[in-house]
């Protein structure tokens, strides 16, 4: 059984950065797909950002875009969420998901596992 343990949410000021990590214990995901999505309790969830297994292909929303960075460390079983000039509205609970398929299966909410997730709050 995977688990997905993400840290690094906090209180930040509206145009600072946070780095989330997305720790997988239980096996190895360097063969998976993984993204972040946004979801706070009776909301929608909302995709953020995803890369494929190698790395080599990174997808963001556009609320994403130009702001955020997606990166991957499958020796240390990591994904990480770089977020730049934050805004108010970035305000969400941050989740990590992953995938055996595809980056677009999991976009789309096909995800295989799934994380409790992070708190990220930005004041302005």
């Known amino acids: 059984q995977v688990q997905l343990v993400e840290s690094g949410g906090g209180l930040v000021q509206a145009g600072g950065s946070l780095r989330l990590s997305c720790a997988a214990s239980?096996?190895?995901?360097?063969?998976?797909?993984m993204g972040w999505f946004r979801q706070a309790p009776g909301k929608e969830r909302e995709f953020v950002a995803a890369?494929?297994?190698?790395?080599?292909?990174?997808y963001y929303a556009d609320s994403a875009k130009g702001r955020f960075t997606i990166s991957r460390d499958n020796a240390k079983n990591t994904v990480y969420l770089q977020m730049n000039s934050l805004k108010p509205e970035d305000t969400d609970v941050y989740h990590c998901?992953?995938?055996?398929?595809?980056?677009?299966?999991?976009?789309?909410?096909?995800?295989?596992?799934w994380g409790k997730g992070t708190l990220v709050t930005v004041s302005s």
């Open positions: 998901a992953a995938d055996s398929i595809s980056w677009e299966r999991l976009k789309f909410g096909g995800m295989e596992y």
């Open positions: 239980g096996r190895t995901l360097r063969s998976y797909a």
């Open positions: 890369i494929s297994w190698s790395g080599g292909g990174t």
